[in-house]
Structures are given as structure tokens and as C-alpha cells.
């Protein structure tokens, strides 16, 4: 003879306890929102406990992401200029004990990239000369390798004063040397200075 099994009987929870659940739930809701979700979101402390949980700040941060309100950039960032960026291009041949400067005419704060590369090593100045300078000498020097030399140089350069700035190479070997820089930047014209000779450059708009 086969005992049949019953199943427990499970009771349905009575509405007291429905109640007390969803208070329950509730309550922890609100506990969340106010010590929480409003610090972080929206600034609103009430409780005071954004502060202690360092909350505050995510709000501030959310704020200038997109959709926010965009706060101002530290100094340095960004810097507006009145007029297109110039680009320009210069092959330079130097015999055994010949120099050339190229320089260009920049506004304090204008940017300007850079790289050049030589066929073999050059001793090189990077260098500048303000508009208005406290006596007929002086000169602001950048980089310097007169030296060993070098046969190339990459960079960023932010003009510290309005004048011009660039580069004097010189050939201390005994081969020919070719060469090649390239520039882009906010200058207002180049010139290029060879012995007793000023030559003006052809600077490009960028396109």
C-alpha cells in the first residue's frame, strides 16, 4: 500500500506583515535618498552625511559633463588667437663652418609646433628676442646643445614674450649638411639670417 505524501501547507503572509515590509522597504528608500543619492546628484545635503561620506563633490564633477555647465579652464589651456594658424616649410644647406638662423615673429602666448632634422649633427641654439628689449644683447635661450650637437629636435613652444623666436644651427664638421624643418603655428612672419644677409620667408596659411 503506497502512503501518500502532502505537501506542507504554506500560508499566504497576512496584510500586518505586507504593511510592515513595505514600510520596512520605504524607510530604507528614504534613508538612501537623503544621506546619499541627493548629495551625490544634486548638492543636497540635509543630513549632513554627504559631507562626511565625501559626496559632495561627485555633484560638482557631474556638472560639467555633458549636459552641465562647463566651468573654466585652468590657465594655460586654451588660448584664443585673432587669426588662422600659419604653417611653413625650409630646406637649409650648411657647408663646414656656416650658420643660419630662422626666425618668427610670435605674440606672447601664441603656440607653435616644430621638428627638424639634419643629415648630421648641427650644434643648435633655440632661441628668442622680445620687441622690446632691455638692451641691444639680450636674447631668452630656449635649448642649447653647441656641443656634441644633435641631427634632429621636436617640440611645443608657447612664446614667452612678443618678438621673434627660432633657431640658430651652425656646421662644426667637415661634411655639407642639408637641413629640413617644419613648422606650424600662430606667427606673424619668418625670416631667415644668413652672415650679413635678411631674407623674408613665405609663410603659409594652414588648409
Do not use: C
Not at 534613508?31 to 543619492?37: D, E, G, K, Q, S
Not at 588662422?84 to 657647408?95: A, F, G, H, N
Not at 633657431?167 to 652672415?195: C, P, R, S
Amino acid at each position: 500500500m503506497i502512503e501518500e505524501k502532502r505537501l506542507p501547507v504554506v500560508e499566504a503572509p497576512s496584510k500586518a506583515a505586507i504593511i510592515k515590509a513595505t514600510l520596512i522597504a520605504l524607510a530604507a528608500a528614504l534613508i538612501i535618498l537623503f544621506t546619499a543619492v541627493l548629495p551625490a546628484e544634486y548638492g543636497i545635503d540635509p543630513l549632513k552625511t554627504g559631507r562626511v561620506l565625501g559626496l559632495l563633490g561627485l555633484s560638482k564633477t557631474a556638472d560639467t559633463t555633458a549636459g552641465g555647465r562647463a566651468t573654466a579652464a585652468p590657465a594655460g589651456i586654451y588660448t584664443a588667437q585673432p587669426n588662422p594658424y600659419k604653417v611653413d616649410s625650409e630646406d637649409l644647406t650648411l657647408q663646414p663652418g656656416e650658420g643660419v638662423e630662422i626666425k618668427y615673429h610670435m605674440q606672447k602666448g601664441a603656440g607653435m609646433l616644430y621638428s627638424w632634422k639634419a643629415t648630421g649633427p648641427v650644434a643648435f641654439e633655440f632661441h628668442g628676442e622680445p620687441d622690446n628689449k632691455p638692451n641691444k644683447d639680450y636674447f631668452e635661450s630656449y635649448e642649447l646643445n653647441d656641443q656634441a650637437g644633435s641631427d634632429h629636435s621636436n617640440g611645443s613652444f608657447t612664446a614667452p614674450s612678443t618678438g621673434i623666436h627660432g633657431w640658430f644651427w651652425e656646421n662644426k664638421g667637415k661634411k655639407e649638411v642639408q637641413i629640413h624643418l617644419v613648422t606650424a603655428g600662430f606667427y606673424d612672419n619668418a625670416k631667415m639670417l644668413a652672415g650679413d644677409e635678411k631674407v623674408d620667408l613665405t609663410i603659409q596659411d594652414a588648409k
